[in-house]
């Protein structure tokens, strides 16, 4: 006597039934779902530039132009727009020097920025002026800087583009240390 099992072709396989094939569709459409989502996630969540028109180059002086700037998630940023020779610089105004965060202040008489919390003096480049000074320790750095470029006469800044400034600690200033 032969059993029913032998009489069954080995490469023969049953067809899936009706729940099974249920059951994958929900796990396909439940990974596609989780994709989809993640594929939304990371295209809100990437590092869009955020650019600002600032106006025509001819706008911009010898000066420093301080501006303002309101971003998309609502932080307001202030910055100043320099003109160098062959160049625009948008620097950020917002120094970390000491405990609290202070905004630099043009000071037109001596052609630099200060700072008025600690007193840090920086050029109208972003670059902090005197490394020995009463900060001893403190790590100092020069202005952070926004990505700038100028299409069609404009200047457009890249909120997005920060360069942070060179930072350094300060030493004081004794006579060993520069005079013979």
């Known amino acids: 006597m032969s059993s029913s099992s032998e009489n069954i072709d080995p490469k023969f396989k049953a067809p899936v039934s009706r729940r099974k094939f249920l059951g994958y569709a929900f796990v396909a459409s439940i990974l596609l779902l989780i994709g989809a989502f993640a594929i939304i996630f990371i295209h809100a969540t ?12 001819t706008k911009f002086g010898e000066s420093p132009t ?32 000491g405990l609290s965060d202070c905004w630099v202040q043009w000071q037109p008489s001596f052609g630099r920025f200060e700072d008025p919390c600690s007193g840090g003096k920086f050029t109208r480049a972003g670059e902090y002026i005197d490394t020995y000074s009463y900060l001893k320790g403190a790590t100092v750095s020069n202005l952070d800087r926004y990505s700038v470029s100028v299409k069609a006469d404009h200047v457009i800044v890249d909120m997005n583009q920060l360069n942070r400034g060179k930072n350094f600690v300060a030493r004081v200033l004794t006579p060993e240390c520069c005079f013979p």
Not at 46 to 57: I, K, M, Q, S
Not at 74 to 96: M, P, W
């Open 46 to 57: 990437e590092n869009r530039p955020e650019l600002f028109d600032l106006g025509a180059t």
């Open 66 to 97: 301080p501006r303002a700037i309101t971003l998309r998630d609502g932080h307001e940023v202030r910055i100043f727009i320099v003109r160098t020779a062959d160049q625009f610089l948008a620097l950020d105004a917002r120094t970390h020097i």
